[in-house]
């Protein structure tokens, strides 16, 4: 049986055998504050909560033991969890959803966010979707770092290197904070991004999520530094870096095409990545896709889901709609794999078809 809530003067729910607590209809001063200290994560901050999720928190559940601070917001009978991204041990989420369950009891499911594989959550739930974070583990300096890189990807870096500076010798790079310069930067960024996914044959998700470019301005703007890469005088490449709590997170980048054949992508991220190691930062985010480079890099894949967690089995049999959702979803992205890898491999068959045709030129 539930022990009950010891509930303060100011309307603060305690279960000590928790170690929770949860605050309804108000987040006390101060508790957005500790998020970048605790995970690390641009997802878990108050700026995205507020720019990209356009979400208000009505609620917040923090744990002893360790500490651990959710923020939520209510949409009718679910609760929103509004942290991403962030490091959280089974046992810790099962007593945090055990805290909302009995402080909200209108609520039959919890929207969260886990980094480890479902499974190890012993309670009623369904897997909604999935994204793998690539993150580096940064040993405390940039020396550190590019020692940590494999032997071949360490003598490519000082070949792009000298190449890149044989053939532009006034290439600079600077760290720059963003500020006033987030519209031209994001602009600017867009318009590499852009082309090379029109070039690629994908949609980008600024296409398909037309408020996207508006978010990463404000968001930029707010607290970003950018990595500009200028070659005869003009911009090459840009990386935005964020610096939460312990971590970085290189939230995007691109570079000006003219400068492939020369690996100029390739190097802004490994330069990025020797800035936040330079800055001591304990570990980079890279974020989503692109994972082969990454891999090079250093980057690891650690997995995000975000599930849905049940009150009880029959709150779960309840919820087939959202089944049949999930399942939909699962169908479409199978589709579009399946599209654009016949796509894809049409267009090598073409390729490799007409350079035998004019000698390999």
């Known amino acids: ?27 006390p001063d101060g508790i957005i504050d500790e998020l970048p200290g605790l995970y690390g994560s641009i997802f878990s901050t108050g700026p995205w909560f507020r720019i990209v999720d356009e979400a208000t928190p009505t609620g917040a559940c923090s744990l002893s033991g360790p500490r651990h601070v959710l923020l939520f917001a209510e949409d009718g009978d679910t609760v929103e969890v509004l942290n991403k991204a962030f490091p959280m041990a089974p046992v810790d989420a099962a007593r945090a959803c055990k805290a909302l369950f009995r402080a909200l009891p209108r609520a039959r499911r919890i929207h969260l ?14 897997v909604l979707y999935s994204a793998d974070d690539m993150v580096v ?19 490519n870096v000082r070949n792009f290197e ?4 044989r053939a532009h010798p006034d290439v600079t ?7 006033d310069r987030a519209r031209e930067l994001v602009d600017q960024f867009l ?64 570079f000006d095409a003219a400068y492939r054949d020369l690996d100029l992508g390739f190097l802004s991220t490994y330069w990025a990545l020797r800035e936040t190691a330079r800055r001591g930062a304990r570990r980079c985010h890279l974020l989503w896709g692109t994972d082969y480079y ?44 399946d599209y ?12 490799r078809h007409w350079r035998g045709k004019t000698g390999g030129a």
């Open 173 to 179: 790079t600077d760290i720059v904070e963003v500020g």
């Open 191 to 254: 318009v590499w991004h852009l082309a090379r996914a029109r070039e690629g044959g994908y949609v980008s998700g600024y296409v398909s999520k037309p408020k996207q470019a508006a978010q990463t301005t404000e968001l930029v703007r707010g607290g970003a530094e950018a990595q500009l890469t200028t070659i005869g005088g003009r911009l090459a490449a840009i990386e935005f870096l964020f610096f939460v709590g312990p971590d970085a997170n290189i939230y995007a980048g691109s």
């Open 162 to 165: 000298n190449r890149l500076r």
């Open 340 to 351: 654009w890898g016949a796509r894809h491999a049409a267009g090598r068959l073409i390729r």
């Open 1 to 27: 049986m539930a022990v009950p809530a010891r509930q303060t003067p100011d309307g603060t729910l305690r279960y000590p055998d928790l170690g929770a607590e949860v605050e309804l209809g108000r987040v």
């Open 113 to 126: 966010e886990v980094m480890f594989p479902p499974a190890e959550l012993h309670v009623p739930k369904r």
């Open 294 to 337: 990454k891999a090079l890099l250093g980057a690891h894949p650690e997995r995000a889901t975000r599930l849905s967690v049940f009150r009880s089995q029959t709150a779960r049999l309840h919820s087939l709609d959202e089944a049949r959702e999930v399942a939909w979803r699962d169908l479409r992205r199978r589709g579009q794999r």
């Open 137 to 155: 583990e940064l040993p405390g300096s940039a020396e550190g770092y590019y020692a940590s890189l494999g032997k071949k990807t360490r003598k």
